[in-house]
């Protein structure tokens, strides 16, 4: 089988608006890797993304959980706002990668970002699209890569996975993944070239 190029979402394809939007919400002034990880330790943020609650208990879940009283309006905009533009050149950028590869994508998601994400044509390059809250699990957790390479069906070795989060990449290395830490499709393309 050729090489399965396998990409993540927000960091990587799109800008991501994580100390503006997500520090408001969280009440806290700290990096952006701190807040990602305070994001991703919460409950509420984990089960959102797994496709376990909808939009309406996520707000409720969270709010209890970091004993918030934003308004639904106030938490649904700084919410929306996480999301950004695609990175530079993006969509130029993946017809590119396609040729060295399947291309596939593997993101912590939700339905509300994913439906304005899907409004910019990002997605109709890709042969596969892995989103964790339909898969009901996410990342890092090693079942997904376990989860995505099946549906794939091909060997972790043929997987060439690019994420921005070190933990992400960590486990799929674990997993026989070949994984690198990336900013941009740019990146991808520089690496994917070398192969």
């Known amino acids: 089988m050729k090489k399965v190029i396998l990409c993540d979402l927000g960091g990587v394809l799109i800008n991501l608006h994580w100390t503006q939007h997500a520090g408001t919400l969280l009440g806290k002034e700290l990096t952006k890797p701190q807040l990602r990880q305070i994001w991703f330790d ?5 089960h959102y993304e797994q496709g376990l609650t909808d939009f309406n208990t996520f707000y409720k879940e969270f709010c209890e959980e970091t004993k918030s009283n934003f308004s ?22 993946l017809k590119e990668i396609k040729k060295y590869g399947t291309l596939a994508l593997l993101s912590n998601s939700n339905d509300r970002h994913i439906a304005e994400i899907t409004k910019t044509g990002l997605f109709q390059d890709f042969d596969y699209l892995f989103f964790s809250h339909k898969m009901h699990m996410t990342k890092p957790d090693p079942v997904i890569f376990e989860e995505t390479r ?7 070795s043929d997987i060439y996975f690019f994420d921005d989060s070190q933990c992400n990449v960590d486990e799929a290395i ?3 993944y070949h994984a690198y830490l990336v900013e941009s499709p740019k990146e991808i393309l520089d690496i994917v070239k070398k192969l």
């Open 42 to 46: 919460l409950y509420s943020a984990r």
């Open 72 to 93: 639904f309006e106030y938490f649904s905009q700084e919410f929306d706002g996480i999301i950004g533009t695609l990175k530079d050149n993006c969509l130029e950028l």
């Open 174 to 176: 674990k997993v026989g």
């Open 150 to 156: 099946k549906q794939i069906g091909c060997e972790a």
